[in-house]
Structure formats: C-alpha cells, structure tokens
C-alpha cells in the first residue's frame, strides 16, 4: 500500500479513526480481527529431525556401512571409531545450523515494548502488540517507532533508519503527501517499525502492523529463503557418488570374475567383498576434511573474520562476486569535509569562523569534535574546522536547521563594538538566493556546487552579514547575505577497500556495490574505489521495472547499484546466482538479512551490524573492513587446494589396498593382509600424515588465478589419471616384492611396510598439485615434519617390537628389505614428479584452451 501517497484525511477515512485516536471497543474489534503486532513465527522443525537429518546425507550413510561391515568381519575397534565420527560430525552439523531461528529472535528484539497514543482523546501508554490500524501513535525523542506510521504533524522529527536503509544519516521527516514513486529511503512522511526517533517529535497513525510492516516484510523474506548448500558440500556428495559407483563396479566384477573362473563358495566371496569395501572406503577423510576446515576456522579468526558454518570456510574461496554495502564498508562511515572553495584566504578565514560557530553541538573549546554527539554532517565541519584552532564566540541567538528552509544562522556579537555578525550555512542554492550577488557571480558558484555534486559530495554553502548587537534573528534577517565559500563533504572510501577491490578483481572476483545512496554518490565512490564497470548506476526503481531475464543480463555488466532496498538486494543476488555466479554478500542492517541469508556467503558486519544480520551471515567480520573478506577469500582458496591434496593422498592409497586384495583374489591367493593390518595402515595414515597436508600456506599465485569453475568437481579427470596410475605404482611393486618371499607372515610384514612408506613418499608428491614438491615451504610446514617424526615412532613399535609383532602378526624385516622398500618409494616419487612436470607443461601450452588441473 502506498500510504505516502495519501493525505491525512484520506487516511482517517480509510482506517476509519479520528484525530483523537481509536475508542476502546474499536481498538478490541480491530485487534480481534486484525491479530496483534507481532512478528509471526514458522512452524518449527522438532529437535530430533534436524538432528537425525545429519546422519542420512551420502557420506554419513557410507560411513555407517563400513562400521557395520567392520564389526560383521569382527574389527570391533575400527568399527566404534567409526561410529563415533559419525556421531561427532553429526551433532556439529546440528550445532551449527538454525540460523533462520535465530534470525527471528534478533527481529523481535528490535520491537518496542510500549507505546504511547490517543484513546479518548487523552494520551495513554499501550503495549505494543496491541497496536492496531488507525491507532494515533505519539513519537518522542529516544522512541523506537511501534508500527509503521504514516505521519500526521512533525516537529523537527528526525529518525535513524539505518536498520531498513544501511545509511548511517538520519532523516529529516515532515507530514506532507509524496505524490510521485518513492523507495522506503525517499519516504520522508512515514516512520517504520524498529527504527529509532533521535530528535523531534510527531504524531502519527497507525497503518501497518506485524508482518505487513516492512520489518514484517524483511522477517517473511528471511523464512522463505532456503538456506544454500555449499559448493564443499555438493563435490563432496558429488565424489561420493563416484566412490560409490567405482566400488560397486569392482564388487561385481570381482564376483562373476572368480565365480566364473574359481567357483568360490558363497561364504568366502562374502569376506573377500567385505575386505574389498573395507580396504577402498577412506573411512578416516571426513575426520581430516573435519579438522582441515577447522583449522581454517581458527585461522580466519586471528584475521578478524569469524566463520559461522565450516562449509563456509571453502565457499569463500569459490567466490566470483561479492556484493558489498558502500557505508562502512567500502567507506570510512565517517562524513569528512575533503574540499572548501573559497575566492580569497580572507573568505577562507572566514568560512571557518562560520564553521566553528554556526553549530549547536560544541558548548566549550576544549571538546573535540570526535567526541560529540550529533549530525554526522555537523561534526565533519567541526573536525575539519578544528585544524586552524578558531576561538568559539558567543551566541546571542540561532535559528537552528529545518529542512524545510534548508539552512541555520546563529548571531554572534563583535568584541568591543555595538555590531553583531549573523552566520549562516545550508544548501547553496538557498544561501545564494539570499545573498547579495550578481547573477554572473550566482552561477559561477553554482557551476563550481555542481563540479563537486557530480563527485558524490554533498555540499554545504557559507554566508554572513553584518547588524546591530540589538538585532533580532528572525527568517528575515537571512537576506543581503555575503557568500563566502563552499564545501564538498563525503563518506571518503577505505584506503585498504581500495587496495583489496583491487586484489579481488585481480584473483578473477567481481566487485559489485549495492547501496541506499543517492547515485551520484554511489558513483563516485564506485570509480574512487576502483570498481570495473562504473559508467552506468543501476537503481532501484530502475530494477522494479525489468524482468527477470532483465536483470541476469543487466547483472553482468552493472556494478552499482543505488537507492535499493532488501527486496532489489534479493533479487540482485537471485539473478547472479541464476547466472551461475557464487554470490558473497556483505551488509549490516535487517535490511542485508534476506540478502545475507539467499547468498552463498552472507559476510555480516561485527561492529555496526544488528543482531539479525549477524545471526542471518555465515561470517562476521570483525572489524568492518572489506580488506578482511580478501584475506578470507586467499585462506578459503588454501584451504580449497590443500583440501584437494588430502583427497588426492587418501583415494590412490586406499585404492591400492582395494586392488592389491583384487589382484589376490583374481590369482587365487589368500587375502594379502589381514583386518587388523588393514586397519593398522588406514590408523597410522588418519594419526600421521594425513593431517600434515592441511598446514600447507597459501600458493603463491593463490590470488592471482581466476575463481575455480563452478561445474568442476573436487575430481576431474587429471584426478582420475593421478589416482588410477599411483595406485598401480603402489600396488604393483608392493605386491610382486611381497610374493618374491616365503612364509605369510614375512610377505604380510614387507607389503604392509611397503604401503606405509609408499604413502610417506606420496604425501610429498602431494604438497603440490603441480609443482615440484621440494621447495622451501617443506621447512615451514613443521606439521609435516611431526607426521614423518610420528610416523617413524609408530612402524618402528609395530615391526621392531615383539609387542608389536604379536599384535600384528607381523616380523622385523632385515637392512636389505628395508632399503628394497625404500627404493620403491623413491620410484614413486620420482615417476609422480616426472608426470607433474609433463602435466604443468601441458597446461601451459592449451592457454587458448586452459585445463584446469588443480
């Protein structure tokens, strides 16, 4: 409804009220029908069905497979390990969810608990949930608006609505009817539920309440959002499927094969199946990826950026676009005076007399201006005035400033004479109509009011006269003005943002602002910042007239956007998404939370954010600063490629055991290596190594590549090809070395031994994706260092120890085994280096057509 548009009386016969508010038993009626002015909440899931949906994803399901299979085969003790990391990642699952819950919690915190209106006539104090349509609600000074109001009388009412805008400028509201389209921003005759009265007072009536108010609104939004699923969480069902698949192909051919050509009995293909999946299933990678996101936790909260949901932590390094609120973001959200034009130093002296003096916030020269309380405009002038140290004079009288005459004077006397000097500052044009000045002399200053507009700063005009020390200030006074200066003053951007749109967009991420300011403004800080399409502004109004098809197009080559409001940053982040981008998005008030929630990374701010967006986000930066969300973006990369390393470690090790129990089976000899063995490699690599490749730093070039593609899944078909030939290099050495010795025990002994070094040696290899592994961050990663250290300690225990050999059932191995062992290693190493530096190579040479390999 756009009751901006209506008059009072129009509105009192509509809502059926009067200008001495609602009687009792209307009030009754209308609540009964009405409901009361809540914000409504959605039927909550039970307790007990977000929890077990945490044990019926893929993973989990294939997890609790391989326990059953352990303990089925009597490996009791992996079998509970197991089930514990089941049970473990799925309460952290449950723990980390109910953001939208959440949401609505901080939603209603922003809802008064009283109000005071009209009943009867008289002023009553009600509570606010009973307020209704057509109630006559007073504002004071310090009030949080009850409903949203279409106001009837102002006195000087000015309101923060930062919550709905993400402006930090109060707004000047008056009574008057709006007859043109208006966003919420521009609605200067309505007050909304959950903002703040800083001064002033009004009398309003009651149009909207509960979820029809536009906090009501932005509460329907946050519902009805689903929530994201992570890029980390769909190449991870994505590579379970195809785990899944490749284990059920080498089962079934593993059946009819030796069925077919040995006819073995139904019992002993049960086991050998059992043995195939035990040994392929890497039951100890979601405990490492676990510990790997965690890390990545930790480590972006020494950075200021504290990370909600683990998945989150990748996410960000899967971004292509971040779409950021301007104030306080990508700007100081500090209003500053960065120009003052004057013709002459005497004007400018005089400019900062009036600067000093034309205000009615600093009471005495000591207070600075950082410390005062009030306009954020008011107090730039202050700052910037306070360099050149002018004494403040007395004041006889002021009119202070309205919006609807545009402009303050304050009259001061001159020492020692019988004269007064009246000071006034406002919008220009209004000064110059005051002042006494040719028309060439006129346009020439507005020229200059112009030059500084069209840079986004908001401009300030300086004027004074001279009148007896008995004059009386009146609106009359402001006339025959002598126009001394002028003043552009903006929220100037971040250093660091303009530095870290730079790193983003050099790493392939586009930067888009959407704000609640004016374009111009949006404008100008979008070139000063260094954004990359700059030369149109699209608007809100402008996106409330295009389609759906519209904006995807428009999207890709717009990156600001001004004058919006929560539902255009909706559909902002909807079109990029549709468009196949993975959105980031950044905001602070109720207004971010519907977009924050829809995007594949809501970014909150931790300083001036409301509890609703923090609770809305996946990530809260803790200090405000766009420069944090770059780091976060080269640790979400890192944590990516290490990530992909570990998988690429685990898959061909435990692929090699699968085949290695294939190849036994296909030649007809017993199972090579027993459960307990089994379980004592998968163990040593889960305890030792596999951790070490999540403490790999970030590549050098981690933010000088493009965003990796979307579609590509953690394996491609590099992957395949690394994972295929490394586990026939693991297996077949392994394997023939073993059978070139008599007695089980010793062969189980060499290939289990053989296994674990392979391993050791490819862990190396997997340090890099593509570049050589010895380099000098192998030195920096002490994690790496303590793995090998480990690993040592514990094969010595297993293999040179009677207590191990009993447990095991395994025997030491002599110098020349060992050194046998050894040499297989170093082939693997050594063939994986070689193929690496092909596979680099390659990828050079197809830069007209890149294959992504890492």
């Known amino acids: 409804m756009t009751w901006y548009k209506k008059t009072t009386p129009e509105i009192i016969e509509e809502l059926q009220t009067n200008q001495n508010g609602l009687t009792m038993t209307d009030r009754q009626t209308r609540l009964t029908e009405q409901g009361e002015n809540v914000i409504s909440e959605t039927q909550q899931i039970p307790k007990w069905r977000k929890l077990m949906k945490h044990f019926t994803d893929l993973l989990m399901v294939v997890l609790m497979v391989a326990a059953i299979l352990k303990a089925i085969t009597g490996d009791y003790a992996e079998s509970g390990i197991i089930f514990a990391v089941v049970v473990i990642n799925g309460l952290v699952g449950y723990w980390q969810e109910r953001k939208a819950e959440a949401s609505l919690n901080g939603l209603k915190q922003l809802m008064g608990k009283e109000a005071t209106i009209y009943l009867h006539g008289r002023r009553k104090k009600v509570p606010v949930a009973s307020l209704v349509a057509g109630d006559l609600v007073v504002l004071g000074p310090g009030d949080v608006v009850p409903a ?45 539920s959950g903002t703040h009265v800083e001064s002033g007072s009004a009398t309003g009536i009651v149009v909207e309440t509960g979820d029809h108010t536009q906090i009501g609104q932005i509460n329907q939004a946050i519902q009805s959002v689903e929530t994201q699923e992570t890029p980390l969480i769909k190449k991870m069902k994505q590579l379970n499927h195809q785990l899944f698949r490749c284990i059920i192909a080498l089962v079934l051919f593993l059946i009819f094969f030796t069925t077919i050509r040995y006819g073995f009995e139904v019992n002993v293909m049960f086991s050998s199946v059992i043995a195939l999946i035990v040994a392929m299933i890497p039951e100890g990678l979601p405990a490492v990826l676990t510990m790997i996101l965690s890390m990545g936790v930790k480590e972006m909260s020494e950075q200021q950026a504290i990370i909600k949901t683990m998945p989150s932590v990748e996410t960000l390094g899967a971004m292509t676009v971040i779409c950021s609120d301007k104030t306080g973001t990508l700007t100081k959200n500090q209003m500053t005076v960065v120009e003052v034009i004057s013709e002459h130093q005497d004007d400018h002296a005089r400019v900062i007399d009036i600067m000093t003096n034309c205000q009615d916030i600093k009471q005495t020269q000591q207070q600075k201006a950082k410390d005062l309380v009030g306009n954020p405009t008011e107090k730039a002038i202050l700052h910037y005035a306070e360099a050149f140290d002018q004494p403040l004079k007395t004041t006889i009288s002021q009119l202070p400033f309205n919006s609807a005459y545009k402009y303050m004077a304050t009259l001061h006397p001159i020492d020692e004479q019988k004269k007064a000097m009246l000071f006034v500052k406002g919008a220009p044009e209004v000064l110059l109509s005051h002042a006494h000045i040719s028309e060439q002399e006129k346009q020439k200053w507005l020229d200059r009011g112009t030059k500084l507009a069209s840079q986004g700063q908001r401009l300030i005009g300086f004027a004074y006269k001279e009148v007896s020390v008995d004059h009386i200030l009146t609106h009359d006074s402001v006339s025959g003005l002598t126009f001394t200066g002028l003043a552009g003053i903006i929220d100037p951007p971040k250093e660091s943002a303009i530095r870290s749109v730079k790193e983003c967009l050099q790493a392939g991420i586009q930067v888009k602002m959407i704000t609640g300011d004016h374009a111009d403004t949006a404008q100008a800080i979008g070139k000063q910042i260094g954004l ?107 944590i990516y490629d290490n990530l992909k390393k570990t998988i690429l470690f685990f898959l061909p090790t435990a692929f090699a055991q699968g085949l290695i129990v294939i190849l036994a089976l296909l030649l007809n000899r017993p199972l090579p290596l027993t459960s307990v063995q089994i ?176």
């Open 148 to 192: 949203d109001l279409r106001l009837m009388m102002t006195h000087d009412l000015v309101i923060e609505e930062s919550i709905l805008t993400g402006e930090s400028e109060p707004v000047h509201k008056k009574h008057d009817t709006i007859d043109s389209e208006a966003i919420i921003g521009d609605q200067h005759n309505m007050a909304f």
């Open 532 to 638: 990359k399409h700059t030369d149109q502004v699209l608007q809100g109004i402008d996106i409330d007239h295009m389609s759906e098809e519209e904006l995807q197009k428009a999207v890709n080559h717009v990156d600001i956007y001004a004058r919006t409001t929560p539902a255009h940053k909706l559909k902002i982040v909807t079109a990029l998404q549709k468009n196949g981008e993975i959105v980031g998005m950044t905001g602070d008030g109720v207004n971010d939370a519907p977009a924050l929630k829809k995007a594949d990374i809501g970014i909150a701010m931790g300083i001036k954010g409301s509890e609703v967006t923090k609770q809305a986000a996946d990530m809260v930066l803790a200090d405000d600063n766009f420069h944090t969300i770059a780091h976060a973006v080269k640790e979400g990369r890192r």
């Open 679 to 854: 379980l004592w490699v998968n163990m040593v690599t889960t305890i030792t190594l596999s951790y070490a490749l999540g403490f790999e730093k970030a590549s050098k070039d981690a933010m000088r590549r493009p965003p990796r593609l979307i579609k590509e899944g953690i394996l491609n078909g590099y992957s395949f090809f690394r994972i295929a030939y490394v586990s026939l290099l693991i297996m077949i050495p392994a394997y023939w070395l073993a059978i070139q010795f008599d007695g089980t025990g010793l062969q189980q002994s060499i290939l289990l031994q053989n296994i674990v070094i392979a391993q050791a040696v490819y862990l190396i290899n997997c340090r890099e994706l593509l570049a050589p592994a010895f380099n000098r961050g192998i030195f920096k990663n002490r994690a790496l260092l303590i793995s090998f250290a480990a690993l040592i300690v514990l094969q010595t225990l297993a293999l040179g120890t009677p207590f191990g050999q009993q447990l095991l059932g395994v025997q030491q191995l002599s110098f020349l085994q060992h050194l046998t062992i050894l040499a297989n290693g170093i082939l693997l190493f050594g063939v994986v280096e070689v193929e690496k530096w092909f596979s680099a190579k390659y990828q050079k040479r197809q830069k007209a057509a890149p294959v992504n390999l890492g």
